[in-house]
């Protein structure tokens, strides 16, 4: 046998790595090989700690030495008379399958904390609203993915029985104002100093709320949004009833860099949504958040989601995004490839503990453009008369057009 020259002196640092070497199932020779030190004093530390021996994989019992263990808590003597309890054994009873499935699961949550957004293989998937409360989420898709139909699904889902506060750039929500009684406010009527106190006033009356910015330049919105958001953000302690905050194209609100905007808007914008995802949990402000391209969503904001829900990407850029914040492999990751509308790989403490495809369920309400409606058929206009009308003279005061060549 080859003689190793081994080192004996065996101090606290030595006892702490063999600490960990004996609690990944290493024998005592093992453990001395890697310190390096002497089997001996392996087995006299593992005596004073009284830790059992592990043995090389099939070596007879030959070794088997009585062990000293923590005697057992001593349970207290009562008059009572003893209870017999059904041995513990259920625990253990489980095979090995039905642990890995009970781990994969998706969540079975139930009454109203179970929102159900969709099938997988035709079983009902849904999302556990407590859960989602504090762990917040993020939805991930490209243009026409079907984001604003998946928040719209959750909202729908748990009207009524949380507060909701929705940010909604494409006008998309206005719905819920005349099906669900939201008020609805339109952000260009007003200065952000009375947004901010809207949102406190939504804070303290506990109503659910759209705040829609469409037809607004950016910069305003990026003003608009960080004040109402701060004004909810600055409610007192005792308003912080829990609320969703849903927040549709969150990188308009949240950029990543510099897209133009104005540098003060900008920054105003990405601190209130990195307060909203990091620090409104304790104010019972619960992000929802929708994005068409991670890359383009501040790194700050996206980071403070648990739960994802991740649809059609087919940039490199956002796809190497999703996996790194959601620790998949670049396999799973591909996959989104290839997801269609309305399908959506979900995971997290709210949904499931493995990437799971979503397929999510049809909508109450309607959005802006009233759904799918495919494409309007053309006019049948003649090109002569196309001509004529777009050149015909109208009231509006206009430079001469030059003449329209009809190809
Ligand atoms: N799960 C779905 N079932 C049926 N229609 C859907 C579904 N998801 C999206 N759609 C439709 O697809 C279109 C694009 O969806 P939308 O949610 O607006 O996409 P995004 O917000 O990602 O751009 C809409 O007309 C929407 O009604
Ligand atoms: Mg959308």
Redesign the pocket.
């Known amino acids: 046998m080859m003689q190793h020259h081994r080192g004996v002196f065996f101090g606290e640092v030595q006892k702490a790595l063999a600490a960990a070497l004996h609690d990944a199932g290493q024998t005592d020779r093992e453990i001395a090989d890697a310190i390096p030190t002497s089997v001996n004093n392996i087995i006299w530390w593992r005596k004073e700690e009284a830790l059992i021996e592990h043995r090389p994989v099939g070596e007879a019992d030959e070794y088997s030495e009585p062990l000293k263990r923590e005697p057992a808590v001593q349970q207290k003597r009562t008059a009572e008379p003893a209870v017999f309890a059904p041995p513990i054994t259920d625990a253990r009873a489980i095979s090995v399958s039905d642990a890995q499935i009970a781990f994969v699961a998706p969540v079975r949550p139930e009454g109203d904390n179970a929102l159900e957004i ?1 099938t997988c293989m035709d079983a009902k998937v849904f999302i556990d609203l407590e859960e989602l409360l504090t762990t917040r989420l993020l939805i991930q ?13 959750l909202l729908e889902e748990s009207t009524g029985v949380v507060q909701q506060i929705i940010v909604d750039p494409e006008a ?1 929500f206005v719905s819920f104002g005349e099906t669900f009684g939201y008020t609805v406010v339109d952000a260009a009527k007003f200065k952000p100093a009375k947004l901010a106190s809207v949102a406190r006033k939504a804070r303290e009356l506990r109503g659910s709320i759209v705040l829609t910015l469409e037809g607004m330049p950016i910069d305003d919105q990026l003003r608009a949004v960080a004040a109402f958001l701060n004004g909810l953000f600055d409610a007192p302690p005792e308003h912080w009833h829990p609320a969703i905050v849903a927040v ?1 194209e969150a990188h308009l609100f949240a950029p990543n860099g510099d897209n133009g905007e104005e540098k003060e808007a900008r920054k105003e914008g990405q601190q209130a949504m990195a307060n909203l995802m990091s620090r409104g949990r304790k104010r019972g402000l619960a992000g929802v958040i ?1 994005t ?1 391209r991670l890359s383009k969503l501040h790194k700050n904001v996206a980071a403070e989601a648990s739960n994802f829900l991740l ?1 059609r990407t087919f940039l490199d850029i956002d796809i190497a995004r999703a996996v790194d914040l959601l620790g998949m492999s670049r396999a799973d990751g591909e996959q989104v490839r290839n997801l269609n ?3 959506f790989l979900g995971l997290g403490p709210a949904i499931a503990r493995r990437p799971m495809k979503v ?5 109450m309400t309607v ?1 802006k ?1 009233g ?3 495919g494409l309007t058929p053309l006019p049948s206009t003649s090109a002569a008369d196309m001509t004529s009308m777009m050149l015909a003279d109208d009231d509006v005061d206009q430079p001469a057009t030059p003449a329209l060549r009809v190809i």
């Open positions: 969709g898709g490209n243009s026409g993915s079907g984001k604003s139909h998946l928040l719209r699904k998309d549709d929708a068409q649809g509308r309305g399908d397929t999510v369920g049809a909508v959005g453009a759904g799918s409606k």
